[in-house]
């Protein structure tokens, strides 16, 4: 079995051994620049074949962009859904936490009730 003192010695040599870091130096997360103005998105209610859904309009972005927001608002909300002509589909009643989702994200949020 293994001393106390040595393992702890063990490690302070291997620290020693170790350069310096610098957490100055450390990269921020990229931010969009202050120019391009994101859109102001509905939140509302609907009623999809009886049952209820969210529905996110407004998104003037590329295809690519709305599927890429739909996707991160289905994996945080844990709920499925689907995107078509721009507008974002998400099942069940989950407005509120979608509005404060993309606040965080930046957009501008009209909830309609």
């Not at 702890?8 to 202050?34: H, R, Y």
């Not at 009623?47 to 859904?53: F, N, V």
Request: glycine content about 8%.
């Amino acid at each position: 079995m293994m001393d106390m003192a040595d393992w702890k010695t063990q490690l302070e040599s291997l620290l020693a051994d170790m350069p310096p870091v610098d957490n100055a130096s450390a990269e921020l997360p990229e931010q969009k620049p202050a120019q391009h103005k994101l859109p102001l998105l509905r939140v509302e209610k609907d009623k999809r074949k009886g049952k209820t859904a969210t529905l996110v309009t407004g998104h003037d972005g590329t295809d690519e962009e709305v599927a890429a927001l739909a996707k991160h608002l289905k994996v945080r909300l844990a709920v499925g859904g689907s995107v078509r002509d721009g507008e974002i589909l998400l099942q069940g009643d989950v407005r509120e936490k979608t509005a404060a989702l993309l606040q965080e994200l930046g957009y501008k949020v009209k909830l309609i009730q």
